[in-house]
């Protein structure tokens, strides 16, 4: 079963916009922190924004006032909106849902993680 997918990524001209949309299965949205990461080539893995369950929101220095993360939780839907794109921006952004969980039914408890990703999406800003 397919947990995540990305959609919305492209080739648009720096100081352009673009919008990121990942639709997540289930209540994997509702139930966990999601994050969007990006990786350049010849680079890590990034996070560069992140919103809890409870809607507080985190962005990496290099992205804030410019990219604004967002989630709808009755379309099982989180959106990253970038603006005032930069050619450094190019990269492969990938959904992620992270959270710690648990499950207690009758005298029995279960601990266990969701730790989901997304097959990513190329976006690509030209100078």
């Known amino acids: 079963q397919v947990q995540l997918v990305e959609s919305g990524g492209g080739l648009v001209q720096a100081g352009g916009s673009l919008r990121l949309s990942c639709a997540a299965s289930g209540s994997i949205l509702s139930r966990n922190t999601m994050n969007w990461y990006r990786q350049a080539p010849g680079k890590q893995r990034e996070v560069v924004a992140s919103?809890?369950?409870?809607?507080?929101?985190n962005y990496a220095d290099s992205v804030k006032v410019r990219f604004t993360i967002s989630r709808d939780n009755t379309k099982n839907t989180v959106y990253l909106q970038m603006s005032s794109l930069k050619p450094e921006d190019t990269a492969v952004y990938y959904c992620?849902?992270?959270?710690?969980?648990?499950?207690?039914?009758?005298?029995?408890?279960?601990?266990?993680?969701?730790?989901?990703w997304g097959q990513g999406t190329q976006v690509t800003v030209s100078s």
């Open positions: 919103i809890t369950s409870g809607c507080s929101t």
């Open positions: 992620n849902a992270w959270g710690p969980h648990v499950e207690t039914v009758f005298y029995g408890t279960t601990y266990y993680y969701d730790d989901y």
